[in-house]
């Protein structure tokens, strides 16, 4: 069965993952109500404003139907602001989060003269070589729970993380060709 691969497209650049995933052996759809979220076996939750992201979950009852996927264990990969969506704990901040991932993070934490960079990482479980990554006012993970694997490290500071259905990167692999990161999260959602 070809899966069908959810964007949440409430704000943030949720078009780039759709077209990121446009060539891939899935159906990717914009979804934006609590029905179309529970429809889809998959879910990214984009890059863009964490706060803004977070509290229209909530208006639309979005954060319910997320809850639920989860539960079903259907994988959900944030990136971004979809990361610290996704976890438990936001240094110095009580935005709302949906807080599914057993990870603290640090928002824009790469300071402001490098707000946003591009760099090649190496990262487990990727074949091929390092993958070209964008960071844009990227968060870093600051602590990892024990269910977490850390994928990817910059200078010593943590980038990608995957836990049981969950996966999150600190930056856009939907802004560069290389498609391997949608082909591992596709991985997940056919096991
Ligand atoms: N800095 C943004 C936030 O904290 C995330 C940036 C992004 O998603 N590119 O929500």
């Known amino acids: ?26 159906e990717a759809v914009l979804v934006k109500k609590p029905e179309e979220v529970l ?31 989860h539960q079903r264990e259907a994988p959900i990969w944030g990136t971004c602001a979809g990361m610290i969506l996704l976890a438990k704990e936001i240094e110095g901040s009580d935005q ?36 070209r990554a964008v960071f844009i006012r990227a968060p870093y993970v600051t602590r990892v729970g024990r269910g977490v694997e850390v994928l990817a490290t910059l200078k010593d500071k943590i980038v990608m993380v995957h836990q049981d259905n969950l996966l999150a990167t600190a930056f856009h692999p ?18």
Not at 11 to 23: C, P
């Open 1 to 26: 069965m070809t899966p069908r691969i959810g964007i949440l497209a409430l704000q943030g650049d949720f078009a780039k993952h759709l077209h990121a995933f446009s060539e891939s052996d899935c």
């Open 39 to 69: 429809e889809c076996q998959g879910l990214v939750i984009p890059g863009g404003e964490s706060t803004t992201i977070g509290k229209l979950c909530e208006r639309f009852g979005v954060d319910e139907a997320i809850m639920q996927l």
């Open 96 to 131: 709302w989060r949906l807080g599914l991932m057993d990870i603290a993070v640090r928002r824009n934490a790469f300071g402001r003269q490098v707000n946003s960079f591009v760099t090649d990482l190496k990262i487990d479980g990727i074949p091929d070589g390092p993958v």
């Open 174 to 191: 939907e802004l560069t060709d290389a498609r391997r990161i949608q082909q591992y999260f596709l991985n997940m959602v056919q096991q």
